[in-house]
Nanobody, 120 residues
Framework: QVQLVESGGGLVQAGDSLRLSCAAS????MGWFRQAPGKEREFVAG????????YYADSVKGRFTISRDNAKNTVYLQMNSLKPEDTAVYYC?????????????????WGQGTQVTVSS
């Protein structure tokens, strides 16, 4: 019943910016995750249902910003100062328990993923 639609990925050069969007069919605590080839899916950023609490992986603090517009049921990930090591498939996910967690296995609903590629 919960559907998530992602957009905004692409190919950019190091130092550039991208904004990812995730349109959801409801309002949930949300997380962004990424997975590079040969690596485990990892937590990137999360936001509480009302937007009052945000969380970031250490690797993206100061560069990425998560936000949401509940009127549109949309969550955003603004990615600045992109690095080649940010290259991955990025997924948004809805946390049905109502709070942000860092374990992807606790998220019940996932978008299809959007590719972000950062060249040197």
């Amino acid at each position: 019943q919960v559907q998530l639609v992602e957009s905004g990925g692409g190919l950019v050069q190091a130092g550039d910016s991208l904004r990812l969007s995730c349109a959801a069919s409801g309002t949930y605590a949300m997380g962004w995750f990424r997975q590079a080839p040969g690596k485990e899916r990892e937590f990137v950023a999360g936001i509480s249902r009302n937007g009052g609490r945000v969380y970031y992986a250490d690797s993206v603090k100061g560069r990425f910003t998560i936000s949401r517009d509940n009127a549109k049921n949309t969550v955003y990930l603004q990615m600045n100062s992109l690095k080649p090591e940010d290259t991955a498939v990025y997924y948004c996910a809805a946390q049905s328990t109502g709070w942000v967690t860092f374990d992807p296995m606790t998220y019940s609903y996932w978008g299809q993923g959007t590719q972000v590629t950062v060249s040197s």
